[in-house]
């Protein structure tokens, strides 16, 4: 699962994206990977690692929050056809 949000304020210059996702390493470690920047950049990544799956998604599911209540918005996924 991977969420992808963005933020764009035009009156103060924002242009920002940020994507969050779960992720499981070879050795079955669960962890939540990050990329975040500004629109036509790179950005950064981090990774980081939980024990279980559930801690890995209660992790992912702040996030959103925390980045929902900054003013991103989910960017929604678009559909072919």
């Given at each position: ?6 933020r ?27 990329q975040?920047?500004r ?43």
């Amino acid at each position: 699962m991977q969420i992808d949000m963005r933020r764009i304020d035009s009156s103060l210059n924002m242009n920002r994206f940020y994507s969050v996702g779960l992720t499981k390493d070879l050795f079955g470690q669960h962890g939540v990977h990050r990329q975040w920047g500004r629109f036509g950049t790179w950005g950064r990544h981090r990774n980081d690692w939980y024990k279980t799956q559930i801690e890995a998604e209660c992790a992912l599911s702040d996030l959103v929050k925390q980045k929902l209540a900054r003013g991103y918005l989910i960017k929604l996924p678009r559909s072919e056809g």
